[in-house]
Nanobody, 120 residues
Framework: QVHLVESGGGLVQAGGSLRLSCAAS????????VGWFRQAPGKEREFVAA????????NYADPVKGRFTISRDNAKNTVYLQMNGLKPEDTAAYYCAASPAGLSLQRGYWGQGTQVTVSS
């Protein structure tokens, strides 16, 4: 069982930065793949970024490539999403998800989300 809590969201002007954190409970978190997703009002949830258990394997959605960086600190059971160059279209609720090997992120454990609002 893994419990996830996101934090770090807020209101920021376009061009600004935020760092989201996803803190996890559970002794096996370091063995989980973790991803960030977002959902804007009236839109479907979309993938943002993901990171493998060791932190070496990462991948990003095209809209955030070059602006967002996902990282993890397994000693702290935390995954981060550094967001730079924020745009109004990045406004959404951001969720982290974690899954063990063999299970998709969508079917894994999810946090409650943190709101990011980017003003123009």
């Amino acid at each position: 069982q893994v419990h996830l809590v996101e934090s770090g969201g807020g209101l920021v002007q376009a061009g600004g930065s935020l760092r989201l954190s996803c803190a996890a409970s559970g002794r096996t978190f370091s063995m989980y793949r973790v991803g960030w997703f977002r959902q804007a009002p009236g839109k479907e949830r979309e993938f943002v970024a993901a990171i493998g258990p060791s932190g070496i394997d990462t991948n990003y959605a095209d809209p955030v490539k070059g602006r967002f960086t996902i990282s993890r600190d397994n000693a702290k059971n935390t995954v981060y999403l550094q967001m730079n160059g924020l745009k109004p279209e990045d406004t959404a609720a951001y969720y982290c998800a974690a899954s063990p090997a063999g299970l998709s992120l969508q079917r894994g454990y999810w946090g409650q989300g943190t709101q990011v609002t980017v003003s123009s």
